[in-house]
């Protein structure tokens, strides 16, 4: 059933980003306190809450921190925002796709499904996992 074969098959859409909406703060904070001199500050900046410890403003030990966690936070969300625009951009690219009833129609890269006959021309970026069935070079040859 073609349907059925539809529906069980893994979608053919490309996904490099590296957090979602909901887990992007935890997970860049998580990536940057692994690091010992960010969780050396962030453990002076939060000694400075105990009053006998308490050398100098707090200001002066939050600030810098907070900066650099601000500054890494904004250019992790512009590395992800680029990621997904390259991931949108690869998964609308259209691909000759074969119908059952002998006709070409051109569909997004991500609608590819197992088993479709995919036509690729010379210079397109192979769009997913495939077999070579034939190739229009007169040696029979097919470089990737």
């Given at each position: 059933?073609?349907?059925?074969?539809?529906?069980?098959s893994?979608?053919?859409?490309?996904?490099?980003?590296?957090?979602?909406?909901?887990?992007?703060?935890?997970?860049?904070?998580?990536?940057?306190?692994?690091?010992?001199?960010?969780m050396?500050?962030?453990?002076?900046?939060?000694?400075?809450?105990?009053?006998?410890?308490?050398?100098?403003?707090?200001?002066?030990?939050?600030?810098?921190?907070v900066?650099?966690?601000?500054?890494?936070?904004?250019?992790?969300?512009?590395?992800?925002?680029?990621?997904?625009?390259?991931?949108?951009?690869?998964?609308?690219?259209?691909?000759?796709?074969?119908?059952?009833?002998?006709?070409?129609?051109?569909?997004?890269?991500?609608?590819?499904?197992?088993?479709?006959?995919?036509?690729?021309?010379?210079?397109?970026?192979?769009?997913?996992?495939?077999?070579?069935?034939?190739?229009?070079?007169?040696?029979?040859?097919?470089?990737?």
């Amino acid at each position: 059933d073609p349907g059925l074969a539809a529906a069980l098959s893994i979608p053919n859409i490309v996904r490099n980003q590296k957090y979602s909406a909901t887990t992007f703060v935890f997970k860049v904070l998580y990536e940057q306190f692994r690091y010992f001199f960010n969780m050396y500050f962030l453990l002076v900046a939060l000694s400075q809450f105990i009053p006998a410890l308490q050398v100098g403003f707090l200001f002066t030990y939050i600030a810098p921190l907070v900066f650099v966690l601000g500054v890494t936070l904004l250019k992790e969300a512009y590395d992800d925002f680029q990621r997904y625009r390259r991931d949108k951009e690869a998964n609308s690219q259209l691909y000759e796709k074969l119908r059952s009833d002998g006709q070409r129609v051109r569909v997004p890269s991500s609608d590819l499904r197992v088993g479709d006959l995919v036509f690729v021309n010379a210079g397109e970026r192979v769009p997913a996992d495939m077999i070579l069935l034939r190739t229009s070079d007169k040696s029979g040859s097919g470089f990737i």
